[in-house]
Structures are given as C-alpha cells and as structure tokens.
C-alpha cells in the first residue's frame, strides 16, 4: 500500500489517494476490498479513529477521507474542522449509519465542511451495492469540476454591453436574493452568512440540493447560525423582510409578484437540469418578479443546475454573484455560469456577503 507524502497533483490524475477512517475493523477491511481494488483509488492510510487520522496526516496527504461519526476516543463530526485544517485539501466524504438515521448530524457535517455523506449499510451487510454506491460517490468527488478554471477578473465579466455597471450595481438596491447550491454548499452558505451584515434584511431564497427529510434541520441549522428567521418556504406566503426560505425539497421554490408584493409559489414540473428542488426556476421566477433588483448566487455544486435561470436573470439585468474555484468543493454550478459569461463577480462566500452589505437593499 504505497503512501505519497504530498498531494501536490490534482484530484483529476489518478489513482485518488484516500483515508480510512473508522473505529471497525470489520468495516476498514470491507473499505480496504472495495476502494482498494479499484484501479483508480490508492489507500494510503487506514486510522482507527481521529486522532489517529490527524497524526497520520503529518506523513501522508489523502485526496479523499472516508470518515465515520461514531468512535471512541472522539466523534468524527466534532474531528472535522481539524481534519479540513491539517488534510491539505482533501474531501471528506462521511460514511456512517447516522448518515441515514440521523438527519440532524448529516446536516451538520455538511455545514462543518464535509463534501458529501453515505448511509453506511446497518450491521455492516455490505452488498455489491454499496460498493457501487461508494466508488461512483468517490469518482464523483475526484473528478475535474473543481479545478483548472482560468483566472478570470470579476470587474472583467460582463453579461451584455446593456448590463448595468459595477458602480450601478452598487448603487441599486437589493429586492430579493437568491442563492442555488448542491455538494458542499452547506458549508459556503454557512461561511456566507456568517460575514453577511446584520442589517442586510432583503428576503433571501435558498435551493440546496438535499434529500426532503433534511430540510427541516437545514433550516433549523439556519437559525441557530444567522439569528435570523428561517423556514421551509409555504406556498402562497407572502415575502418578509429579514427572512430565509429555504425550498422543501419536493418542490422547486419559485415567487410570484402579486400587485407591489411577493408571494411563494411552489412547482413541481420537471426542471432543465431534472433536479428537485431546481435553482433553474427559483432563479427564473425571481427575474419576472424582481427584475434587476434581484441578485443571484450560485456556489459550491456539481452540475449545471441554475444556468439556464441565471442567464434568465442576467437578461433582466440583476447581477449574478459565483463562488470561486479554489472555495468551491466542486465548481461544477458556479464554473458553469462563470465559463457563459453569466457572473458578474467571482468571490469566496465571504465576500459575496460583504459584497451585498455594500448595496443598499430596498426598503
């Protein structure tokens, strides 16, 4: 088992070095046959537990982590930002039992910073299909939707001649933003309002792409981060100022302007990009609604999902924000609107929310 003490390749060159990490000895080997007898992955290291896991990352530098929640010595949800600071870099994909029965931790992993999460199979019964499951997870996360983006200056992106400057956007007040992401998303959206000023107080639309039965507690998490009023968006409320709406996951959330107000409308037809929920249509019906004082913002996801709403909104004039590659855990969403020409900026998470703090959101 060959072990690399830099990862200075990219995710894309092959084999994908990877940790394991879980307190099973049972479940490290079934890892071991799995993983180790794909051509394309090489493990590098196999740890009991965390603090095993952070020792060994002095020595070897894994492109993916395969980590369990539940160890003795130290919970894998409570090791993960010391895990992120010390793994050069790597994906942590979680594979533990509570990434099925426990919502609330899964939820709370992706936030803290893991890439993505598997339900590992109960009592370790693990069949083909899991191992199917499990390789095409970690080949989704090695793959080139991360990296090799070109530098682009984001006072240099423009959607059309007739799009407003950055000086009118500035001076353009905020009606609604709107915010599309799917792997690692919960992670910039966390970092994202952590930095967004307090009196920002423009109603605020999210898509994150996640099962139905995580939404209440991404919501739930919303609220214990922000302080701000979060819940699963109801169709045929009307918008309010100082709130998130998060989609519900069975359906696309869209807004619709009734007079001079706004009010939720919830879809469930079939997406370009056949998500559910979909950015495409939250972003769309924001443009007939908002117009140029919507903004849109696409982050960390694979995929195109909220392209086709993003030029939508661009020909309406609002400003379309992309997080960056180097912040991303895929840039597959945002490189999408970045590479057409769509975004108008291209920020960490972070400076997206002090970008918004700038502008003067509509009262």
């Known amino acids: 088992m060959a072990s690399q003490p830099f990862a200075g390749a990219p995710v894309q060159d092959l084999p994908v070095r990877v940790m394991i990490v879980d307190d099973s000895a049972v479940a490290r080997a079934v890892f071991r046959r799995m993983v180790g007898a794909h051509p394309s992955f090489d493990i590098v290291a196999e740890c009991a537990g965390a603090p095993e896991a952070l020792e060994a990352l002095g020595t070897v530098r894994p492109d993916i982590i395969l980590l369990d929640i539940e160890m ?14 010390k793994c050069g870099g790597a994906r942590i994909l ?30 370790y019964v693990f069949s083909g299909g899991f191992g199917k499951q499990l390789t095409e997870r970690l080949m989704r996360l090695a793959r080139d939707d991360h990296g090799g ?26 009606a609604c933003v709107g915010i599309g992401a799917s792997t690692g998303g919960l992670h910039a959206i966390s970092e994202f309002f952590r930095a967004l000023p307090p009196e920002f107080d423009a109603p605020i639309l999210i898509t994150q792409h996640l099962p139905e039965i995580f939404m209440p507690f991404f919501a739930q998490q919303l609220r214990e981060m922000t302080g701000r009023n979060a819940q699963i968006a109801c169709a045929g ?12 996951g069975r359906a696309h959330l ?15 037809g079939i997406s370009p990009t056949r998500c559910m929920p979909s950015v495409d249509p939250m972003f769309a019906t924001m443009a007939s609604a908002f117009g140029a004082q919507a903004v849109g913002i696409v982050m960390s996801g694979m995929g195109r999902d909220g392209s086709v709403g993003a030029q939508t909104l661009a020909t309406a004039g609002a400003e379309i924000l992309a997080q960056s590659s180097e912040t991303s855990v895929v840039w ?17 998470p972070d400076e997206i929310a002090r970008h918004l703090g700038a502008r003067n959101p509509a009262r």
Do not use: H
Request: hydrophobic share 45%; aromatic share 4%.
């Open 254 to 268: 869209c807004v619709e302007k009734i007079g001079d107000r706004a009010r939720i409308r919830l879809d469930t």
């Open 237 to 248: 409320e009307w918008l309010a100022r100082g709130r998130l709406y998060v989609a519900p």
């Open 72 to 85: 003795p010595g130290g919970n894998g949800i409570d090791a993960l930002p010391e895990l992120l600071a």
């Open 149 to 174: 983006a070109p530098q682009i200056d984001p006072v240099d992106l423009a959607v059309s001649p007739d799009a407003p400057s950055r000086s009118q956007w500035l001076a353009m007040p905020i």
């Open 332 to 348: 597959g969403m945002p490189g999408s609107v970045v590479r057409t020409g769509l975004a108008a900026g291209v920020f960490a």
């Open 94 to 123: 979680v594979v533990s039992a509570l990434a099925e029965q426990g919502a609330a931790e899964t939820v709370r992993a992706l936030t803290l910073g893991a890439a993505d999460t598997l339900a590992k199979p109960g009592r």
